[in-house]
C-alpha cells in the first residue's frame, strides 16, 4: 500500500480495532508506555490473533515526538490524576464519532471546558495530530 491506511479500512478488516487500540492504550498509559507506538500495537493485536494491521500506521494515528517543550504523560497526570481516563472517553468518543481524536487543540478544549486543569498548547511528547 502506498498510502497510510485509513481507520475505516482498518474498521474493514477489524471491526474491534478501535476498542481494542482504547484498551491497550489505558493499559499502556497506566504503566507510563507509549500509547501511540504503532509496532507494538500493531505486536499486541497479533499476539491476540487480531488481523494484521499492517506496518504503517493509519493516518491520524499519534506517534512522532511532540516539540520540545511538550510535557510527559507522567507530567500530565501529575497535574489532574484524572487525565488517563479523559484521554481514553475522549479517544473513544471521538472515534464513534468518526472525528479525528489526535487534534490536541480540540482535547486541550474539551478538558478545559469540563473543568480539568489546563494541559497547556503544546501536546505531550508521543502526540501526533
Do not use: Y
Not at 509496532?39 to 493485536?45: G, I, T, V
Not at 491476540?48 to 512522532?64: R, Y
Amino acid at each position: 500500500m502506498d498510502r497510510p491506511p485509513t481507520w475505516a479500512d482498518l474498521l474493514d478488516a477489524n471491526p474491534n480495532i478501535e476498542s481494542q487500540l482504547a484498551t491497550w492504550q489505558a493499559a499502556r498509559r497506566q504503566v507510563g508506555e507509549d500509547p501511540f507506538n504503532w509496532p507494538d500495537f500493531r505486536a499486541h493485536l497479533r499476539a491476540i490473533g487480531a488481523p494484521d494491521p499492517g506496518p504503517q500506521a493509519p493516518s491520524g494515528f499519534g506517534g512522532g515526538p511532540a516539540g520540545p517543550s511538550g510535557p510527559t504523560f507522567d507530567q500530565l497526570k501529575a497535574e489532574n490524576p484524572n487525565f488517563g481516563q479523559q484521554l481514553n472517553d475522549w479517544f473513544r468518543a471521538r472515534g464513534v464519532l468518526g472525528q479525528d481524536f489526535t487534534d490536541w487543540g480540540a482535547f486541550r478544549a474539551h478538558l478545559i471546558a469540563i473543568g480539568a486543569p489546563d494541559p497547556g498548547p503544546n501536546p505531550p511528547v508521543g502526540w501526533s495530530g
